[in-house]
Nanobody, 126 residues
Framework: QVQLVESGGGLVQTGVSLTLSCGCS????????MGWFRQVPGKRREFVAG????????LYADSVKGRFTISRDNEKNTAYLQMSGLRPEDTAVYYC???????????????????WGQGTQVTVSS
């Protein structure tokens, strides 16, 4: 029904910028609460950023606040995570997630999201 595909990851140097994309098929991202999470092997999936299903209300993890920006382009049916000032501790597999529950605020819990992409690796070298 709904499929999400992340892209844009790669190997970068400390301090640079990188933008991840999340293409959606099956339903429109204009009506979806969007989330970005990241995960390191052996650790639980960590909330990074969330965007409410309607409007521009956003939430960010303290570790990325001021450096990362979540957004959507309805015409392209794609969500984005713009990352700047990357640090080695940002290294992880980044996952895009979507839900159609129309929550009041974006959820920080992975279990709240109905659909997930396959992930894209971001590696920040020191």
């Amino acid at each position: 029904q709904v499929q999400l595909v992340e892209s844009g990851g790669g190997l970068v140097q400390t301090g640079v910028s990188l933008t991840l994309s999340c293409g959606c098929s099956g339903r429109s991202v204009s009506g979806a609460g969007m989330g970005w999470f990241r995960q390191v092997p052996g650790k639980r999936r960590e909330f990074v950023a969330g965007l409410k299903w309607s409007g521009t209300y956003t939430l960010y993890a303290d570790s990325v606040k001021g450096r990362f920006t979540i957004s959507r382009d309805n015409e392209k049916n794609t969500a984005y995570l713009q990352m700047s000032g990357l640090r080695p501790e940002d290294t992880a597999v980044y996952y895009c997630a979507a839900d159609f529950q129309r929550l009041t605020i974006p959820s920080q819990r992975p279990g709240a999201y109905e659909y997930w992409g396959q992930g894209t690796q971001v590696t920040v070298s020191s």
